[in-house]
């Protein structure tokens, strides 16, 4: 494709984009000390080489008062100038503008950081944080708009070529426009245009100190999928008197707000892509500055249908670039298909923010590592042997193909991919296969030579006379203690893999809290069967929250008929009817109460063993020998693909 919609320039106030690609702000926790950090700078500018048209970079926070998470940036420091610098020049080193979001998270926080009460339109406690804010009075609402003001003066000074305003999913702007959480009776609560006069007395504050050379842009919440919240016609509405005031240059767009409605914020992959685009379809119909639109949009193609078909001027891509900065160049390359699409797993990049660690992602161990130099490699080109074509043998083999060395991979299956395939079978899951198939396109491009339906056995390794070998032989289902060898108690990779077919009455046991359990158990309702999901934890699937997939799986589970059982543990397992009928002796562990069910299959989600015996067979060997994966200990697909990256690295 030529991409012509794509790649066409378009003007936006004062600045003229070289594309229609923007690197949307969100957060990465890489602040240190509330100030920006060299991370920052690395991160932004790796995008912005790629080919972004325009890097809006996260919030900067404009009050003492806003202090939601740990590692938030304080814009209202004068401190925070030198690192502003370092960002803009890194990014402008490759000609392309860059603009700060300017965000006050009003409510939705709490005081554990800043030890003040957090201040919102009105006393009330957001869903998530649970603390009820101070409503703010006049005085202070005149500090807000003054620590705007003086936050939009510190990207001046920082060199960002202007700045945005987040009045969309955790802002206390939008607290203000939404009458779900603005209950006052003054002039900036009741009537829509009493709701928007906080906004709109940010904007003349800002465009006074930004001046005409700097863009303004504003990002607005066009529904926020909560009772009594915003909807697409308020939002058309606020829409038109941001125009009015003829002092911003574009109108961003969101859905969702961060702390009810977070799922469709930042959407897995149960939501289908450009979910989002209805938006700033509207939104652009009624307003004559450019518009930006959003929604789980991943690739070059379904950027370029968004604009074609007229949803937006402007693309924001975040998750796509964090896996692949490349995305642009790639695309105007006509190298779509090189590019490394996101899955939208959630678990690297929103996962880890959400446990307020720095954001990574699964398919790109370098996300977020930019400032950090690799080493070099220890002894020039090597003859590299991988065993294993799941996600961390064929990651080591990049890794050491991209590092000069001559890789082989060994894989006895007849096709690469180990679970992630299985995985990616069950409902709803496809896209995690992108995780494999962009791996062993990247190793075909290395020139790895990928040998599938052959085992790498002992022999033939030590036959090869490699000089280092680097095992991804992965792990293989370990049956729990009370199973006894009943042929009815099957592991979920026995189900996914095709080994086990249940029917009837089926009890999947969740000791994982992920997808396992919940894919499998999904898997077997559509096939018929009738599904109970225990687990020893509080909630079934517990891990799925923190990747924003449990309120897209809770409702497709009530649609099925799948039930839940929590704080159960399996404690034995018999059979009764020659083996037919399964008995499961189970112990709530909050009371201590044992209870029996019967059931025709059980379908055990529990954790693996390592498939080591490789390993054991190449003890004394006389070359290196690395594991990776799996094969070292049974972890998820992100902790695969680190190491394979990392033990590669260092050969």
């Known amino acids: 494709m030529t991409y012509r919609h794509l790649f066409s320039p378009l003007r936006v106030g004062p600045l003229v984009l070289a594309n229609r690609v923007v690197f949307s702000a969100h957060l990465t926790n890489y602040a240190e000390d509330g100030l920006p950090t060299g991370r920052h700078a690395a991160y932004y500018a790796a995008r912005a080489a790629g080919g972004a048209g325009l890097v809006i970079t996260e919030e900067h926070s404009t009050h003492p008062t806003d202090w939601p998470y740990e590692k938030l940036i304080h814009g209202f420091r004068p401190a925070v100038v030198p690192g502003y610098r370092r960002i803009t020049e890194a990014v402008h080193a490759h000609g392309v503008p860059v603009l ?38 006049l005085a202070e609402i005149a500090e807000i708009v003054a620590g705007y003001a003086t936050v939009a003066g510190h990207c001046a000074e920082g060199g960002f070529d202007g700045v945005e305003l ?120 009624a307003v004559r500055l450019p518009v930006v639109g959003v929604g789980r949009i991943k690739d070059p193609v379904q950027a370029e249908r968004a604009l074609a078909e007229g949803h937006c001027d402007l693309v924001g891509v975040v998750r796509g670039q964090i896996a692949d900065p490349d995305f642009l160049a790639k695309a105007r390359a006509g190298r779509t298909s090189d590019i490394r699409t996101c899955l939208s797993c959630n678990q690297e990049c929103v996962g880890r923010m959400g446990l307020g660690h720095r954001l990574g992602c699964v398919e790109n161990p370098r996300a977020g590592h930019e400032s950090v130099p690799l080493p070099p490699p220890r002894l020039g080109t090597r003859r590299v042997l991988v065993a294993g074509g799941g996600p ?153 929250g923190i990747t924003l997939d449990m309120e897209t799986f809770l409702a497709r589970a009530a649609a099925k008929g799948i039930t839940f059982a929590t704080d159960q543990v399996v404690v034995g397992a018999g059979t009764e009817e020659d083996g037919e009928v399964v008995v499961v002796e189970l112990l709530t562990h909050t009371t201590g109460v044992m209870t029996g069910a019967r059931h025709d299959w059980v379908v055990c989600a529990v954790h693996q063993t390592p498939e080591d015996g490789l390993w054991q067979a190449l003890k004394g060997a006389p070359f290196e020998v690395h594991r990776v994966g799996d094969c070292l200990a049974p972890r998820r697909a992100h902790a695969a693909v680190i190491e394979g990256d990392r033990v590669a690295a260092a050969l």
């Open 166 to 285: 987040q009045c969309s999913h955790s802002s206390l702007v939008r607290g203000f426009l939404s009458p779900a959480t603005n209950l006052r009776t003054d002039a900036y609560g009741g009537s829509l245009e009493n709701r928007a006069r906080l906004l709109r007395e940010i904007i003349d504050a800002v465009r006074e100190t930004l001046g005409p050379g700097r863009a303004l842009g504003v990002r607005l919440c066009g529904d926020e999928l909560i009772e009594d919240g915003t909807t697409i016609d308020e939002a058309v509405e606020v829409a038109r008197m941001v125009e009015a005031t003829g002092k911003v240059d574009y109108i961003n767009t969101s859905i969702g707000v961060a702390t009810s409605t977070l799922y469709m914020i930042e959407a897995s992959m149960a939501v289908r892509p450009g979910y989002a685009l209805f938006i700033s379809n509207a939104i652009r119909r």
């Open 100 to 137: 700060a979001q300017l965000n006050h998270n009003g409510g939705q926080a709490s005081g554990m950081y800043s030890r003040r009460p957090v201040w919102a339109p009105s006393p009330v406690p957001d869903p998530l944080f649970r603390e009820v804010p101070k409503a703010v009075d």
């Open 392 to 544: 961390a043998g064929l990651q080591a083999a990049a890794t050491a193909a991209r590092r000069g060395h001559r890789v082989t991979l060994y894989e006895r299956a007849g096709a690469t991919g180990g679970q992630v395939t299985a995985a990616a079978s069950a409902p709803g899951r496809a896209e995690f296969s992108d995780l494999v198939r962009n791996l062993l396109a990247e190793c075909r491009r290395l020139g790895v030579e990928v040998r599938t339906g052959v085992e790498a056995t002992g022999e033939l390794l030590r036959a090869e006379r490699p000089d280092a070998v680097v095992l991804a032989t992965g792990a293989r289902p370990q049956p729990p203690h009370w199973a006894g060898g009943l042929a009815r108690v099957v592991d979920v990779r026995d189900v996914l893999e095709g080994r086990a077919r249940p029917t009837g009455d089926v009890l999947v046991v969740d000791e994982l809290g992920f997808h396992q359990a919940t894919s499998v158990a999904e898997l077997l309702a559509d096939r018929g069967c009738r599904v109970r999901i225990c687990t020893p934890g509080m909630v079934v699937g517990q891990d799925l």
